[in-house]
């Protein structure tokens, strides 16, 4: 049971819109940034997304990132196959601890 | 920016092993360091946190009390050592550098490659 709540599964069209939502509490989300993973089949993690809606250098603007008191979102607009794989949220929570969301696996049909 | 793990393998239940995490491409001394766990077709699971300097460790419930982080900046690595292992520690464990912004927010920007710990008789 993951401290923050994320739907297990997702999908979409290529060129559509997706939204990946988390939800959490006043201790992790509430008070912190979020950020967000993507973890490709059989690789490590890779930050997609930084302080609620920053992007790294190299991350394409189709992802964005949003948040909204213990809630947050990624969307990836312009939806391309090679963005199918798992996304996991992830916050620092004041009771001294990393927490993660328990992931959305993304299929582009 | 490298961050090469290694350490990994079969061990019995109540047995030991150390992970090893060699960084490169930057100051390692200047950065916080972390432990994420996969167990197989699971999420990810956040295992121990360790200051730049070592002054501070932080550890999830899950694990403490068997789970020592260590690091050594003359050696640019940081150490899991895993004590008391059960079936359920089977996992990649991945190491992870936090980057601190001046706003206070952080992140985990690198990542090893994983090693798989196999807990099994």
């Known amino acids: 049971q993951s401290v923050l709540t994320q739907p297990p599964s997702a999908s979409g069209t290529p060129g559509q819109r997706v939204t990946i939502s988390c939800s959490g509490s006043?201790?992790?989300?509430?008070?912190?940034?979020v950020n967000w993973y993507q973890q490709l089949p059989g690789t490590a993690p890779k930050l997609l997304i930084y302080s609620n809606n920053q992007r790294p250098s190299g991350v394409p603007d189709r992802f964005s990132g949003s948040k909204s008191g213990t809630s947050a979102s990624l969307a990836i607009s312009g939806l391309q196959s090679e963005d199918e794989a798992d996304y996991y949220c992830a916050a620092w929570d004041d009771s001294l601890f990393w927490v993660f969301g328990g992931g959305t696996k993304l299929t582009v049909l | 920016v490298q961050l090469v793990q290694s350490g990994g393998g079969l061990v019995q239940p109540g047995g030991s092993l150390r992970l090893s995490c060699a960084a490169s491409?930057?100051?390692?001394?200047?950065?916080?360091m972390n432990w994420v766990r996969q167990a197989p077709g699971k999420g990810l699971e956040w295992v121990s946190y360790?200051?730049?300097?070592?002054?501070?460790?932080y550890y999830a419930d899950s694990v403490k009390g068997r789970i020592t982080i260590s690091r050594d900046n003359a050696k640019n690595s940081v150490y899991l050592q895993l004590d008391s292992l059960r079936a359920e520690d089977t996992a990649v464990f991945f190491c992870a550098r936090e980057y601190y912004e001046s706003s206070g927010y952080t992140r985990f920007d690198y990542w090893g490659q994983g090693t798989l710990v196999t807990v099994s008789s």
């Open positions: 006043s201790s992790n989300i509430g008070s912190n940034s």
């Open positions: 491409g930057f100051t390692f001394s200047r950065y916080s």
């Open positions: 360790i200051s730049s300097s070592s002054s501070t460790i």
